[in-house]
């Protein structure tokens, strides 16, 4: 198969609309898509069926679903769709598939965690955008699925935090994208200003020889407040898109006290959100 987007379906309305957006994606950068739909025993269980049996009727049932989904969006799209069906935890198979099958990015719904949930148990895609290696689209149940047209890029004096403007740029670049690159300046010191000049000087030489269009803007900000006033910044420029590096928090101890930027970003932006994985 050729480069792909992967989208994990659940039949939700919220997978749905990620499907959609997905399809957008998918012609622009001349992809296919593979749907990927993983399947636990719950509630939902019959007992008067077969043991031995349950799996291939309820594996049944979803290739009836991907049909019509197929359908569907088969008009829309140039390239191909096609599906496959796992067993086993929702991120740990949806990562797996896009590792060793060399997925483009994966396209994933979400309906946002909040409040204790959202410190100690997190949801499948946050725990995607953890885990996946490639490049991971968030996207709200509500957003009305759009190309974008503006990208915001925060930027910070880290080199880690730099290795996504490729990424973002060949997007940017495919989609007729703005990317609005947002200097984050949480310190004052002079050397950390230096510093944050030369890290921006940098990204916009590399999109000026790229011939990508950007705008630059600094805001100072505290630590703490960084994804709550990017997202708040996107919404005000009316952004499509935010582009974000993942983080890692070492355990659940650390997640009750401390939300990472980017589940937050993942569990409240109303804006779809790429989380890039750098080294």
């Known amino acids: 198969m050729e480069k792909y987007i992967l989208v994990p379906i659940d039949f939700s309305p919220s997978s749905i609309n990620a499907m959609d957006y997905a399809v ?3 012609n622009t950068l001349e992809c296919d898509i593979r749907m990927i739909h993983v399947k636990r025993r719950n509630a939902d269980y019959d007992p008067a069926i077969n043991y031995n049996d349950y799996d291939e009727v309820i594996k049944s049932g979803a290739i009836d679903k991907f049909r019509k989904i197929i359908r569907h969006f088969k008009g829309r799209m140039k390239g191909k769709i096609d599906y496959c069906v796992r067993d086993g935890r929702v991120y740990t198979e949806v ?5 060793y099958g060399d997925a483009l990015m994966i396209i994933s719904g979400t309906n946002g965690v909040f ?3 959202e410190l100690w148990e997190g949801s ?12 991971v689209i968030t996207v709200k149940y509500n957003f009305v699925p759009q190309k974008p047209r503006r990208i915001v890029v925060p930027i910070d004096n880290t080199a880690r935090t730099r290795l996504k403007i490729p990424i973002v740029a060949n997007i940017a670049k495919r989609f007729n994208a703005e990317m609005m690159l947002v200097d984050m300046r949480t310190d004052s010191k002079a050397s ?4 944050m000049e030369e890290a921006v000087k940098a990204v916009a030489n590399y ?6 269009t950007y705008s630059k803007e600094t805001i100072r900000v505290k630590k703490t407040k960084i994804a709550s006033t990017l997202i708040d910044y996107a919404v005000a420029y009316d952004a499509d ?12 101890w650390q997640r009750l006290s401390v939300i990472s930027n980017s589940q937050h970003l993942v569990n409240h932006s109303p804006i779809p959100v790429m989380t890039i994985k750098v080294a």
């Open 241 to 252: 898109l935010i582009a974000a590096t993942s983080e890692r928090l070492d355990n659940r």
């Open 207 to 212: 999109l000026d020889r790229h011939n990508v």
């Open 124 to 135: 499948n895609a946050f725990r995607i955008v953890s885990h996946a290696v490639c490049p």
């Open 115 to 117: 409040g204790f949930k």
């Open 24 to 26: 957008q994606y998918a």
């Open 95 to 99: 990562c797996n598939q896009a590792k």
């Open 192 to 195: 950390s200003q230096r510093k």
